[in-house]
């Protein structure tokens, strides 16, 4: 049988970092990227006698995602003690949710090359993170940092409605876009704040049975994911088309080889041996509570996209590339502030910032660069001060160093040549160079006048006025 003959059926299961300044259950920071052990203390180290506390915090966030994502908030939700050993798990089991979850029955809805769909959510639940282990390739050991044991995470539950790596991909960021506007979590993937466990099995078409699944963990990029589930893919239906049978197990992706590889069977609940956590009280939640949360969302991707295409005139391609990032989005409103110009300041962002977004391998959430300063460059292109050619070495300056463009192209010397009698002389440079353009121009070759303002701008290092070149060369080939 052909692979056309199979369905993938798939479910993802996202956890993302909380934004709150202290651990879920004690006091200590949760800053990313400090030294081993240094956010630590007796409670998230599991120390014996200690108690946790729920930071409120956290269940603010839990229901803000919750509302955001069109689910239901229990209005009476507890924790549970999820037992497993590993070596970064201090306590031995995992405070987190088991049957009274925080969120149940949300839904997302994407737009897909065959239209819309509706990705379910089965729910969100809080918990507390892992520690995380250093493996020593050197000393052969492996040490363990336990900063990260108890940072606040909510586990995003996704229904099994995907059929295809396009549909996981635009799932994941529109989910990943939501959780950056309310605010909740940075979702800085290269730092594991937001990353995914994907569920996937295949079936025979027109079967109604689920096949067996497979599990792939802690997968923090959106390229990995989507290799991951092609190679898992195809892996699946080799062993189905060899007589073999899948077994149920969690497997890891090795980004080097683009295989995936088991690491355990893979448990189902009854194998954690859920119960009540004794020493947390229940999470009673009131309806004023909850509305107050309501009330303070702010606007979503959604709302904000549709707002553009009303207010600015965007394209439908251009306002999704914008709003898909909260990043990207309050850059170019705050940059519209300041120079007044939206149609500009969409073309720099769909163009130069993203084609150096993409090829710096950066996140929208690492542009070096502010709002205003952006706002002073377009502030300067529709002066006349420097050219849109100058601009874009600019922005690379601003990538690489950002400061007030004013000051980069005064370092520079790029400031735009405007002078008459300086572009006149270089015109008529041009011109003497370029008998046979003028020949082909005059018998109706109009690509010739864009060389030689090509040239122009060459000669003077994109700093002569475009605009008045191209009026003057017109004088003079039609004289």
Not at 180 to 203: L, P, W
Not at 365 to 370: G, K, R, T, V, Y
Request: hydrophobic share 35%; net charge negative; proline share 4%.
């Amino acid at each position: 049988m052909a692979k056309e003959d199979y369905e993938v059926v798939m479910g993802l299961e996202v956890h993302a970092e909380l934004s709150t300044k202290t651990k879920i259950f004690c006091s200590c920071p949760t800053e990313f990227g400090a030294a081993p052990n240094t956010q630590t203390c007796p409670i998230c180290m599991a120390m014996p006698g200690t108690l946790p506390v729920l930071n409120e915090k956290v269940v603010e966030y839990a229901v803000k995602a919750g509302l955001a994502t069109n689910c239901t908030i229990a209005r009476d939700s507890k924790n549970d003690r999820k037992n497993y050993f590993y070596p970064d798990l201090p306590k031995s089991y995992q405070i987190s949710q088991f049957d009274k979850p925080l969120c149940e029955h949300g839904k997302i809805e994407i737009e897909t090359s065959n239209g819309k769909k509706t990705i379910g959510i089965t729910r969100i639940h809080i918990e507390e993170d892992a520690g995380k282990l250093n493996h020593d390739e050197f000393g052969g050991g492996t040490l363990v940092d336990l900063n990260r044991a108890g940072v606040p995470l909510i586990e995003i539950v996704s229904e099994p409605d995907f059929r295809t790596t396009e549909e996981v991909e635009l799932y994941l960021k529109k989910l990943k876009s939501i959780l950056e506007y309310i605010e909740v979590s940075d979702c800085k993937m290269q730092e594991g704040s937001f990353r995914a466990d994907v569920n996937v099995s295949i079936r025979k078409k027109g079967d109604k049975k689920l096949g067996t699944r497979t599990e792939m963990k802690n997968m923090n990029s959106f390229r990995s994911i989507i290799r991951g589930i092609e190679y898992e893919i195809e892996r699946q239906i080799e062993v189905i088309e060899n007589g073999g049978k899948i077994e149920q197990e969690t497997l890891r992706w090795d980004e080097v080889s683009g295989k995936t590889f088991s690491m355990r069977d893979k448990e189902d609940a009854q194998d954690y041996r859920y119960f009540p956590d004794p020493d947390l009280v229940a999470i009673k939640l009131s309806e004023e509570y909850i509305e107050n949360i309501k009330n303070d969302l702010p606007e979503l991707p959604e709302s904000r996209k549709q707002r553009y295409l009303e207010e600015y005139k965007l394209s439908q391609k251009d306002a999704n590339i914008i709003t898909s990032s909260k990043y990207l989005s309050d850059l170019f409103e705050n940059a519209i502030q300041v120079c007044k110009n939206p149609k500009a300041v969409n073309n720099w962002i769909i163009s130069d910032i993203s084609r150096i977004l993409n090829e710096t391998e950066r996140e929208p959430n690492q542009i070096p660069f502010d709002a205003k300063q952006l706002g002073k460059l377009v502030i300067l292109i529709d002066k006349g001060t420097i050219s849109s050619s100058i601009g874009k070495k600019v922005l690379v300056e601003l990538f690489e160093d950002p400061r007030d463009p004013e000051e980069i192209i005064r370092e520079k010397g790029w400031i735009q040549i405007s002078d008459e009698g300086a572009i006149k002389e270089v015109v008529k440079n041009i011109l003497e160079a370029n008998p046979q353009s003028i020949v082909d121009y005059k018998a109706g070759k109009d690509r010739a006048l864009g060389f030689l303002v090509g040239q122009a701008m060459k000669q003077t290092k994109g700093k002569a006025n475009p605009q008045m070149l191209n009026q003057m060369f017109l004088e003079e080939l039609k004289s």
